[in-house]
């Protein structure tokens, strides 16, 4: 085979699986429109790009080492490391832009800047060994092309900040991709070193795993009242909700601070036929009231508030009844450490259970907690 459509083989085969690999984990299709944008298309083009240029260059550069027509030690390595590692950043982008709902745009945008970059250093120090152009034609077109970068990142970044909270590009995203289930985001730690076992559909709805044992909390305990502070998405009050329905009673009140966020997941709850089991509050935690007591509560609120909240309806909770407390891992200090202060104080009784991003199983201790919840942090 001519070396030249060996080379041009190995870069279409290399650009296809990356493409393919882009396709799952965006969750893209070619039979419908979610998720298909120009930008995006432009993303993924530019990391499948940057793998098959990395490609062309080994496999041009091992057949000269084979042909004797390139020294084992040349400026070609060069081309090779620098593209793979640009390759390398570019899909590690790409995985955040999924997991974080970062704007479209930007893997395209950091492509032509460290593209150009790569160009122009080589071209400076090394030799222009990366273009068929030598001087200052490259140079130019190297120039053009970080300048171009810096313009995309100018038109995609300001509309994407102007989006607000994460919590508020989440629903965005949602609205225009719909749910896309993928690996928990979530870092190892040093009690769930495998996050990854666990699904998620984003950085801020609780562990589908988790949401599942909710459901399984709920038909196990029989509650008849069960509170949700942290409503977001209604992932979690769905679940609430599809336990109370199974046992054929119950009511669970949820309370989400944000109305853009209330509203989408009042939508949702409606959408699930759920409303009959579910009193949806838009207010915050801390000046809700509660009437009777509360036999499971699942605390899923903003961090900086959770330990004021959680010691506000601690008085309500009743004994026998089981306080679910999200996000206590030992990468989200704040939580695990107010549960366990709450327990040496005598408040709780606490079981740490080891999933990504945590969760505290507890109950009141009867002897002191009325005495001592309404304690400051």
Known sequence: MDTTVYILAVSA????????????????????????????????????????????????????IWLGRIELRSQAQWGIISYIAIFLFLWGEGHRQVQFQRPRGIVFAEWLILAGAN?????AFLGDFLSLHRGLTANIVSAVAVLVGIVV??????????????????????????????????????????PKLWKMVDSQTTELEVLDFLKCLVTTLKPSLIVETGTFLGYGTIKLAEGARANGFGKVITIEYDPVIYA????????????????????SSLDTRINGKIDLYFSDSALAIREQEIRQL?????????????DASSQFEVIRKAAL?????????????????????????????????????
Request: proline share 6%.
């Open 341 to 377: 202060q709450m327990e040496r104080e005598g408040l709780l009784s606490v079981v740490l259970l080891p999933t990504p991003r945590g969760l505290v199983l507890a109950q009141r201790r009867t002897g002191n907690a009325g005495k001592r919840s309404a304690a400051k942090p």
């Open 119 to 123: 160009q122009f250093l080589a071209s």
């Open 153 to 194: 990142i100018a038109m995609v970044v300001p509309p994407f900040v102007k989006k607000g909270s994460e919590y508020h590009r989440i629903l965005q995203h949602l609205v225009e991709e719909g749910e896309c289930v993928q690996q928990e985001y979530a870092a190892p730690t040093p009690e769930c070193p495998n």
């Open 13 to 64: 085969v290399m650009a296809a699986v990356v493409v393919y690999a882009e396709f799952r984990r965006r969750r893209l299709s070619m039979t419908r429109a979610a998720g298909w944008r120009l930008l995006s298309v432009l993303d993924i083009a530019s990391t499948a790009a940057s793998a098959a240029i990395a490609a062309a260059m080994l496999v041009l550069f091992m057949t000269g």
């Open 264 to 283: 989408k997941a009042r939508e949702r709850i409606q959408a699930a036929g759920l409303s009959d089991w579910v009193e949806c509050r838009n207010e």
């Open 314 to 326: 601690l008085p309500q909770v009743n004994p026998q009844g089981v306080i679910a407390i999200h």
